[in-house]
């Protein structure tokens, strides 16, 4: 598979950590979306992270499209332990909390921080580059705390994200909180079971890849890379 991906968004990152989970072969490229490369909008006139080809297959856009995809057809692979629950309320369960990761805290706060706080700063000014804006940081810092609630309830109550087993879900909701950890901007002693699930993903062979990503020009949080912070 070749993925085009930015190493600090988070839908890029929870379908790396899927491809990982289904020890998947692949070769990331490293897409400045905000360039518009004629090639890559020609495809992708959303200018939409991630997008891959399977082969000959593709182009596969954005990071659900990617999931079911890899679902179907790669599920199998993991017998006993697909990501997909084959329940379908368990399913919509999963979608539910993977939209719930990847789109309302990526735009409440995962977003906010990357932008405000990594790609700023890659982003030449003509593309809209330059200074934080501290009020989108402010934002961002009060709304991460109802979100820590939140995984607190889900994760004090299931032994997973969406319930049993380990799902997309978990992949969504620790890549969405990976971003911000580089940043040191997660509360984690507001609630330790949120912690204790965090290090259980954190300490996954698939999640190591994602430790050794470094922004340009913003040092990774001192605990970011270790798996007992």
Known sequence: MIVHHHPFLAPCRFIRLALAEHSLDVDLVAEPFWEARPDFTAVNPGLTLPMAY?????????ASVLMEYLSERYGATRPGHSLMPPGPLQRAEVRRLVEWFL??????????????RILKIEIPAKHGGGAPDSAALRAARQNIVGHMHYLGVL?????WMAGDTLSFADLAAASALSVVDYLGEVPWDADPAV???????????????????MARLVKPAAHYADLDF
């Open 54 to 62: 399977d082969g000959d297959r593709g182009p596969l856009i954005g």
């Open 103 to 116: 789109v309302k805290f990526e735009e409440e706060v995962s977003g906010p921080f990357v932008t405000e």
């Open 155 to 159: 994760t004090a109550s299931r032994n």
């Open 195 to 213: 912690k204790a699930w965090y290090q259980k993903l954190k300490s996954r062979p698939a999640f190591r890849p994602l430790l050794g990503d």
